[in-house]
């Protein structure tokens, strides 16, 4: 018993513009991201990331410009944070089940929260509290709550950001492998550039409120780092990011 | 914590040797006479009177009238403490046009009012209920403020995200997250209720506990008073090992309240 295809949905900005006050976070946005496209989103701290990721899937308002994506008016835009967020007294079932919203319970309910239970590789621990799992089981919780009610567009904020290093790459391959078999549409932010790389069909870099660097990413998956390819992508990202300073590229 | 005690019978013996051991000296040195009956009696002096007391009755009746005092001063003050916490907790205006009110009141030990609360009620039944209700309100109260103050907003967010309507949000994300601090208030509201009913009962009373140990004091019977002193510890006690049980059912989830 697993999870159908979902499918995905387009999203497409037209001149956007955010500010809070006077504070102008995004300016001239334009982008057209097809449906089940899997899209990364790079840039310094404070650049508008999240505040970009909150606008495309509604949580936001766009200060002017023309936001359209039809997952919104379907109420199926869903968002996984860097934190799970998780209820700390419901067990881990009950915890999928707040994703299937108000009066969804029963058998039906049920099912579709082991299905998609099994399909993040929790299958067995239904009746756990979060305080009994690890860091990366809590996030798997959380990517499954955001998934069992089926959404067509799945915004993830540095969904891998609080993790050890291979926990990450464990969760990498398993948000792709979720990406693959569901089909939506992929939003995800990350500091990483080689995550944004070996998870994205393109990404983009945000720099002063604007998008700086549209790449496709055309490799095979699942990518391998460390190959030509793979670097030669990376470095033109981090190029971009650091301009010529070459200490804070060794940085990273 | 110890790290190295085991979970042998030794060590589960471990914290009854002291009170045992004084109990035994109290009883040794009673009847070697070295405490004299009036200043102390004996364990098996009091054990004697609990029994009489039990078979002409009066114990249990005036055990059931302390006990109803209690839970009901315990009621009320405890709702009203709740119901007010969670309306200051969960409304700023609420909290802006109480709470600086009831924080200056919070401040009136609310013992003090005894006289006061004579003059108004006299010695019945409404004197003793309005001071134990009046002592454990704010415990309640500024615990259950505090819990829902408290509970993460993030948490808070992600219930508005995924769609819950107020009455959700309050019981699946606010209610559950107070909890923890609610109880808290409420093993404080315990200590509170005995204190204040023990004080109610042998200042103004005819009838419970308190009562019973000062009509013993008027015929010098010390082992009817030292019997109540060791029921007012049992009944205490008692509440404290309820709340106990509560905690560990209802925050199962909480690593810090899980059954060791
Ligand atoms: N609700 C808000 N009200 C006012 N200003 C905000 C709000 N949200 C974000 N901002 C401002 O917008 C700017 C961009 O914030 P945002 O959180 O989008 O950055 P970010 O790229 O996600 O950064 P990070 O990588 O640190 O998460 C910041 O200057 C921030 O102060
Ligand atoms: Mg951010």
């Not at chain 1, 799970?84 to 009066?103: C, H, I, Q, Y």
């Not at chain 1, 070996?198 to 790449?215: K, P, S």
């Not at chain 2, 405890?78 to 046009?97: D, V």
């Amino acid at each position: 018993m697993s999870s159908q295809p979902t499918g995905g949905s387009r999203v497409s900005l037209k001149d956007v513009k955010k500010a809070f006050g006077d504070n102008v976070v995004l300016q001239g946005i334009d982008l057209e991201i097809p449906a089940g496209q899997f899209l990364s989103i790079v840039g310094k701290s404070g650049c508008g990331k999240s505040t970009l990721l909150r606008l495309m899937i509604g949580l936001d308002s766009v200060t002017a410009g023309v936001l359209d994506a039809p997952a919104l008016k379907e109420q199926a835009a869903r968002i996984v944070f860097q934190e799970p967020r998780l209820l700390p007294w419901a067990s881990v079932k009950d915890n999928v089940a707040v994703g299937l919203g108000e009066g969804q319970s029963g058998q039906a309910a049920d099912q579709q929260a082991a299905a998609i239970l099994d399909e993040v590789g929790l299958k067995g621990r239904e009746g756990l509290w979060p305080s009994q799992l690890s860091g990366g089981m809590r996030q798997r919780v959380a990517l499954a709550r955001a998934l069992v009610s089926q959404p067509t567009l799945l915004a993830l904020d540095e969904p891998l950001g609080a993790l050890d290093a291979l926990t990450r790459i464990d969760m990498q391959a398993l948000l792709e492998g979720v990406w693959q078999d569901l089909g939506f549409t992929a939003l995800m932010v990350t500091h990483d550039v080689g995550e944004a790389v070996a998870l994205g069909d393109r990404v983009i870099l945000i720099d002063h409120g604007q998008v700086v660097l549209d790449l496709a990413v055309d490799l095979p998956r699942p990518r391998k780092r460390g190959t030509p390819e793979f670097a030669a992508l990376e470095g033109q990202i981090l190029d971009k990011l650091f301009g010529d300073d070459p200490r804070a590229r060794e940085a990273h | 914590m110890a790290a190295t005690a085991s979970e042998g019978p030794l060590s589960r013996a471990l914290p009854w040797l002291v009170p045992l051991a004084l109990i035994i000296l109290w009883q040794v040195s009673s009847s070697l006479g070295w405490l004299p009956p009036n200043i102390l009696p004996a364990p098996t002096a009091v054990l004697q009177a609990a029994w009489l007391k039990l078979q002409d009755g009066s114990l249990v009746d005036n055990l059931g009238v302390s006990f109803a005092r209690a839970m009901s001063g315990l009621i009320i003050g405890g709702a009203i403490g709740f119901s007010l916490g969670l309306l200051n907790g969960l409304s700023k205006r609420a909290e802006m046009l109480l709470d600086p009110t009831l924080q200056m009141i919070r401040n009136i030990p609310h013992l003090a009012l005894i006289p006061l609360v004579i003059i108004w009620f006299g010695i019945g039944e409404s004197a003793r209920l309005f001071l134990v209700a009046l002592g454990v309100f704010f415990p309640i109260y500024l615990n259950t403020l505090h819990g829902v103050r408290n509970v993460d907003p993030q948490l808070i967010e992600m219930g508005r995200i995924y769609g819950m309507n107020n009455r959700t949000l309050f019981l699946k994300v606010i209610l559950p997250g107070a909890l923890p601090s609610i109880f808290v208030g409420l093993r404080f509201a315990l200590g509170v209720m005995w204190l204040t009913l023990i004080v109610a009962e042998t200042i103004a009373a005819n009838s419970g506990i308190g009562h019973m140990a000062m009509a013993a004091r008027e015929f010098m019977q010390t082992d009817i008073v030292v019997l109540s002193i060791v029921i007012y510890a049992i009944l205490g006690k008692l509440a404290d090992s309820a709340t106990r049980a509560l905690e560990r059912k209802f925050l199962a989830w909480n690593p810090a309240y899980a059954k060791v």
